[in-house]
């Protein structure tokens, strides 16, 4: 995989939203942020654009990334927020100026379905915070964007936890929210997942839904020639009347009790306050022994 060109004092960043509709005053921490950095800030079109829960319709949306895109003054692209409707523009795309220059492009959630495009074609890109957070992150998580924008080394060491499953991997980093993995398989961005180490994260699902995804992964082998798999935050997850029987843990545990790979649950990425950048698309060493490291 081809990484995009480190940020540098005076480079420009441009924020827009692919999703949810969001507010210019809504990024006054983040532009003070990036400020801060010495970046320069371009504010998309569909920043306080509104077509009912969307930023826009999907065509504004869709010309707004497009702008990004094909700028070659604009060095970074940072999605403002998540929500849903990244799928909807994906198809009025047109990569190929990106492809002679990429650049970042940094979001998670709902922003996995450009890692996913983004891997096809063959290039890295940043599954971290989104300005919309960047109010509560740690300041951890807002260190780790830093440091991978700016080309700087990035290593994790964390602590063990009972549940995880010990073991040595190294292969690709991939992956992004369990939901938009699970919509996407069967389509053209479905992951190819041999060898490689798989992230997943997901918010305020049902346990039974967790169960049904990861079953519909396994199905589609997702697991079969896993290299490793890390288990970011499973947020508010929610259980029925009579209880699913399992958390979302265990839920994964039983699902891949049948393979051998390294699994790591709690790590710090995802709908987490703390929420650390990860390199998608690079190749990563992944161990999980006493303690866990993720080394870029």
């Known amino acids: 995989m081809k990484q995009p060109t480190s940020l540098y004092k005076g480079a420009t960043v441009g924020i827009l939203s692919t999703a949810r509709k969001i507010s210019s005053a809504e990024l006054v921490p983040a532009i003070e942020l990036l400020q801060s950095w010495d970046v320069k800030v371009v504010i998309g079109k569909t920043i306080d654009s509104e077509e009912n829960q969307f930023a826009g319709d999907d065509t504004t949306r869709a010309l707004n990334f497009q702008q990004f895109m094909d700028d070659e003054n604009i060095d970074a692209i940072w999605c403002a927020r998540g929500g849903y409707g990244t799928i909807r523009i994906l198809d009025l795309l047109d990569f190929s100026r990106f492809a002679q220059h990429p650049k970042w492009i940094i979001g998670y959630s709902d922003v996995t379905v450009l890692h996913s495009k983004a891997q096809q074609?063959?290039?890295?890109?940043?599954?971290?915070?989104?300005?919309?957070?960047?109010?509560?992150?740690t300041p951890e998580a807002i260190e780790s964007v830093r440091k991978v924008l700016f080309g700087e080394s990035l290593e994790y060491i964390i602590p063990n936890v009972s549940h995880n499953r010990k073991g040595r991997a190294k292969g690709e980093l991939i992956g992004g929210?369990?939901?938009?993995?699970?919509?996407?398989?069967?389509?053209?961005?479905?992951?190819?997942?041999?060898?490689?180490?798989?992230?997943?994260?997901?918010?305020?699902?049902?346990?039974?839904?967790?169960?049904?995804?990861l079953m519909n992964l396994k199905r589609n082998g997702y697991f079969d020639n896993l290299a490793g798999l890390i288990v970011g935050g499973m947020t508010n997850m929610h259980d029925n009347t009579i209880p699913f029987g399992k958390n979302a843990q265990e839920i994964i545990l039983d699902i891949t009790s049948a393979y051998d790979f390294p699994i790591c649950f709690d790590f710090p990425a995802g709908h987490l306050d703390d929420n650390r950048a990860l390199i998608f698309g690079k190749e990563v060493t992944f161990l999980v022994d006493d303690e866990v490291k993720l080394i870029f």
């Not at 074609?121 to 992150?137: D, I, R």
């Not at 997942?193 to 039974?208: A, Q, R, W």
């Open 121 to 137: 074609l063959g290039f890295e890109t940043l599954h971290a915070t989104m300005p919309v957070n960047f109010s509560k992150n």
């Open 177 to 213: 929210n369990l939901s938009m993995l699970y919509s996407m398989t069967g389509s053209d961005l479905d992951l190819d997942t041999k060898g490689k180490i798989l992230f997943l994260e997901d918010l305020d699902e049902y346990l039974y839904h967790i169960d049904r995804m």
